[in-house]
């Protein structure tokens, strides 16, 4: 079974930076990996994304002040957050797609971490 377990996510004041991880465990090849946010009333967007092969998908509201990395020997996707302002706030939600053992292609999702960026 593969599971997404996610950290770093919490209360930060406009301008502040935080970073978020997110590990991927079972017997997946993750192909592409990349982080989704979804706000209070509106629908999930992608944030970042970041390929095998290190093609990197920013949204443009986040530009210049977010980075994704990942480290492939610990199947880790990173999003460092900077420069963060009061409409980041949102649930931030890992997403891996990858070859699982025995099963073939899959989307796998994590459970979500709170993001606040208020003063």
């Known amino acids: 079974q593969v599971q997404l377990v996610e950290s770093g996510g919490g209360l930060v004041q406009p301008g502040g930076s935080l970073r978020l991880s997110c590990a991927a465990s079972?017997?997946?090849?993750?192909?592409?990996m990349g982080w989704y946010r979804q706000a209070p009333g509106k629908q999930r967007e992608l944030v970042a994304e970041i390929s095998s092969g290190g093609w990197l998908n920013y949204a443009d509201s986040v530009k210049g002040r977010f980075i994704i990395s990942r480290d492939n020997p610990k199947n880790t996707v990173y999003l460092q957050m900077n420069s963060l302002k009061p409409e980041d706030t949102a649930v931030y939600y890992c997403?891996?797609?990858?070859?699982?053992?025995?099963?073939?292609?899959?989307?796998?999702w994590g459970q979500g971490t709170l993001v606040t960026v208020s003063s």
């Open positions: 079972g017997s997946i090849i993750s192909l592409n």
């Open positions: 997403n891996v797609r990858g070859v699982v053992a025995g099963l073939g292609y899959r989307e796998v």
